[in-house]
Every structure is written in C-alpha cells, then in structure tokens.
C-alpha cells in the first residue's frame, strides 16, 4: 500500500494523532527476556559485519537481497548481521508467534545463520495507516520474540552490544519521537516523557562508560538522508513539529553526535555514505534500507539540502558490509540484481 505521506501528515497528522494516541498504553516495553539457545556472539575481532535495513516484505526482492548475503557468506562469512527496522512491513507484529515472523525474517534469511541485531522501524508500530508509528506496543511484540529465535536480537526496545574491547553497538527506539502519528495523550512516550528520558540516560551512561575502540549507534530513522524522508528536523519536507522529526534531531544532538564513529540508520530505501557536516561532530551517517525496495533520493532534492556523499544510490536494492579490525573500519557496499540475487561491488573505502 503507498501512502501519500506529505499530503496525510499536512492535512490529518494532528487529528488523527489526537484520536489514536489516547488507546495507547503507558506502561514500560517489554524487557530482556530468557532466550535459551541464541546463536553467540564472537568474542573478538576482526569481525565482518552484513548491514541491511527495511528488508521484512516476504517478497521476492527481499529474497533476491537474502541470495546475495548467502552467496558472499559462503565466500567469506559474516560475523553477524544488523537489522535496521521496518522489520515486518507493513503493520508490524500482531504476537510473539505472528506468523509474519517466519515470512518476513526467518524464510528469507534461511542459512544466514548468526545473531541479527535488530532494530524498531515505525512500520513495526504501525496504526492506522502503515508506517505511521502510532501503535507503539507492537513493538514489544519484536522483543518477545527475541526469546523464540536462536537468530533474532532484540532483549528490549534498546539495548548494547559489545564485541570484546573492539566494538559496541548502541540500537536506538526514536520511533516515539518520529511517529507520524504523535502519541499526544500518552505521557509515557512524549520526548520528555519516562520512555526516552531513560533512553537518553541510558546512552549517556553507556557511550561514556564503553572501552570499544569503535563506538556504533544503530537506529531506524536517520539524521541525515538525501533519500525521500530527508534530515531528521525536515522530515517528508514539513516544517509541522513534531511530525518533521524535531525531536529526533535534537536527540541525536544531545547524545550521538561526536560521541560516535558511526551512526547506522535505515527508513529511506536506498544505500548512503555520507559526510560528516559540522555539526555531525566528526559522526558518520550512513543509510542501508535497500534490502527489499528503492525510492527516490537527492535528484528530487532542493540543491541546499543535500549532505555530500561518497556513495549514493536510489535505484538499486543492496546492503553493505562492514569489516572491522582493531585498527582499521572499512565499508562495502553491494547492490543486487533482482532477477537472479547475484551482488555486485559498487564501493568500498576505509572509513
């Protein structure tokens, strides 16, 4: 289903965000849960590392971009995968045992055997409309599944984790903050709310108390993106707050920005390495949402909005690998070949 989501957001975002914000609950995620048998982590480097994002339609691009993982696996295996959101398009989860789970995620992915860190999107919280985020527990749905597969990663809404001395990842849930549907009347998920204002205390803690040599913060939503959804403070080309991610990019601001190599985001369908601007803070974002559509990017871009890249590419499906080493971070990105899931090198640069 394709939403016209500029003309939604400017014409009904606030009613519709009043109306359904009020059935919300306010009470906490779910948390960690017993998961007897996951895949283990490594204990150390190096470690090659698959990125996708924006993969869970069950359909055939998203096997087509599988094929590609399983044959760059087989020639050189991945360490782990990161799942950056929009996991199960396009209403997100009904239960732990939704029969999308397997459709969407397992299917696909068959043989890609090792831990996937998986990241919220807001089609994983969808409402009314998919993808608007105004459902927020569906989520949790995600992180109870996190005690049925051995491949799944999801202890909570957000969470780390830490590779030895070599690297850390810090997943990030902004979708309370990025909804399209603001949950106005529940307290709990406003951006000074109990839910984000832990999270912001809990990344504060975590970055300042990590000794990883490579510090990586995973989200859904990205800060900045030449792709269709734009920066985050002019999301979909609105000045309307807080639908044009104001809050987002405040967050990131307060929290992220220099205290991080990288910031690995999703939600544009494309494939992005980008430069840091100053006020980036010397943080690197970088887009991988290819893994089952594409969308239009920089080309329908005012000129004065689009962050200089090293890479970009809008019409392709792909994902990226990142292999990193105590001394060395370095990203390739591949793009897909729907007809037959045959991968190609586009880029690939020491970072």
């Not at 090792?114 to 089609?123: E, R």
């Not at 709990?188 to 913060?217: C, H, N, P």
């Not at 559509?293 to 890479?311: C, M, Q, V, Y």
Request: aromatic letters at 10%.
């Amino acid at each position: 289903m394709n939403v016209d989501r500029r003309g939604f957001l400017t014409g009904a975002a606030t009613a519709a965000g009043l109306a359904t914000a009020a059935s919300l609950a306010t009470t906490a995620p779910a948390g960690a849960q017993p998961a007897p048998g996951k895949l283990p982590f490594p204990d150390g480097g190096p470690l090659r590392i698959l990125v996708t994002g924006d993969a869970g339609t069950g359909a055939r691009p998203q096997w087509a971009v599988a094929d590609a993982a399983r044959t760059l696996h087989a020639q050189q295996p991945f360490s782990f995968a990161i799942g950056l959101g929009d996991n199960l398009y396009e209403q997100g989860p009904q239960s732990d045992d939704d029969a999308q789970f397997n459709a969407k995620f397992e299917d696909p992915n068959h043989d890609l055997d090792f831990p996937w860190i998986m990241v919220q999107g807001n089609h994983d919280n969808s409402s009314i409309l998919p993808g608007d985020g105004g459902w927020l527990l569906r989520g949790d749905h995600e992180v109870a599944y996190h005690s049925r597969s051995p491949r799944w990663w999801m202890p909570s809404r957000y969470y780390s984790v830490p590779i030895g001395d070599l690297v850390e990842f810090f997943v990030l849930d902004l979708n309370p903050i990025a909804a399209y549907l603001p949950p106005l009347f529940a307290p709990y998920w406003a951006a000074d709310g109990q839910f984000m204002t832990e999270q912001a205390a809990w990344l504060d803690r975590a970055l300042d108390a990590s000794t990883a040599k490579w510090k990586i913060v995973c989200t859904h939503h990205p800060y900045l993106s030449n792709g269709s959804h734009g920066n985050a403070g002019e999301y979909e080309g609105l000045s309307i707050e807080p639908v044009n991610g104001i809050h987002v990019k405040r967050f990131f601001e307060a929290h992220v920005l220099g205290r991080a190599q990288f910031l690995l985001s999703g939600h544009d369908h494309c494939l992005q390495v980008l430069e840091p601007n100053p006020a980036c803070k010397g943080t690197r974002q970088i887009v991988s949402g290819a893994a089952a559509k594409t969308n239009s990017g920089s080309h329908e871009k005012d000129p004065a909005r689009i962050t200089p890249a090293l890479f970009e590419n809008f019409t392709d499906l792909g994902f990226m690998v990142l292999d990193l080493t105590a001394s060395s971070a370095e990203l390739t990105v591949h793009t897909v070949d729907p007809s037959n899931g045959q991968p190609t090198n586009v880029f690939q640069r020491r970072l």
